[in-house]
């Protein structure tokens, strides 16, 4: 059984970014959602890889691949001044994402998962918001 208070809210992919440099440039890379939320978890929460990859429900082979790729995107951009866009998510295949009514607050949950009840206020008037696939 899934535990869906583990799951963090992917704002990211509601909303496609694009960074661009400050100066011309035509190339650009493409950091997927999985790559953001697992540098989110990783470099902003600072978490161990292990929790992390539960978190997204992968192993910690398969998220430190994830990292490795994301950093290499990044640093690629920012040294070769490339565009950044972001909102991709063919990797998000086992994902889908939940929403409650009450408190507006949105999560990421396991494809399986059939849960009602929303982690932060316990109401039950939530839905899936989108299914990645
Ligand atoms: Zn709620």
Known sequence: MARPKKYRIVEYSLKPTVFKPNRK??????LTIDELEAI?????E???QED???????SRQTFGRIVKSAHEKI????VNIKEIRTGKDERCRNVKLMKC???GKIWKVPENYEGNECPECHAKN????KIDN
Do not use: F, N, P, T
Request: glycine letters at 6%.
């Open 25 to 30: 440039s035509s190339d650009q890379v493409e």
């Open 40 to 44: 989110r978890l990783a470099d902003l």
């Open 46 to 48: 600072g978490m161990y």
């Open 52 to 58: 992390a990859a539960e978190i997204m429900g992968v």
């Open 75 to 78: 640093a690629d951009a920012l």
């Open 101 to 103: 009514e009450s408190c």
């Open 126 to 129: 939530v839905h899936i918001l």
